[in-house]
């Protein structure tokens, strides 16, 4: 499977998941000139920005998140959440990595933003 298919086949299976859980997807492949977020979630009073990764036996996941895909992720989600009127709902940032046994989900500590 190529990168690209395996990127859609990891998102998809992260959005079922996230479903699953109760979750409502908002947004999917959310661009802006600042970056794009894979995932846009909502439950409750709580919107979540979610990164998906495939997890590979040569780069770990949660390796290839940087300060600057961070930031990028900052800066989009400001732009959605002011697009959308959404400025009084709390914020998380979530990075899904998807490897063979399925969804694993990180929390993003938001100091590293």
């Known amino acids: 499977m190529r990168i690209r298919e395996r990127g859609r086949e ?15 997807v908002v947004a999917r492949n959310y661009r802006k000139l600042s970056g794009e977020i894979d995932l846009v979630l909502r439950k409750g009073n709580t919107v979540y920005f979610v990164e998906v990764k495939v997890d590979n036996p040569t780069f770990r996941a949660v390796e290839r998140i940087d300060d600057g895909k961070l930031n990028r992720m900052l800066m989009t989600a400001e732009a959605y959440l002011s697009e959308m009127g959404l400025d009084g709902y709390d914020v998380r940032f979530i990075l899904a990595v998807v490897d063979g046994t399925g969804v694993r989900v990180v929390p993003v500590d938001e100091n590293l933003v």
Do not use: D, M, T, V
């Open 10 to 24: 990891g998102e998809r299976l992260a959005e079922e998941f996230f479903r699953r859980g109760g979750y409502e």
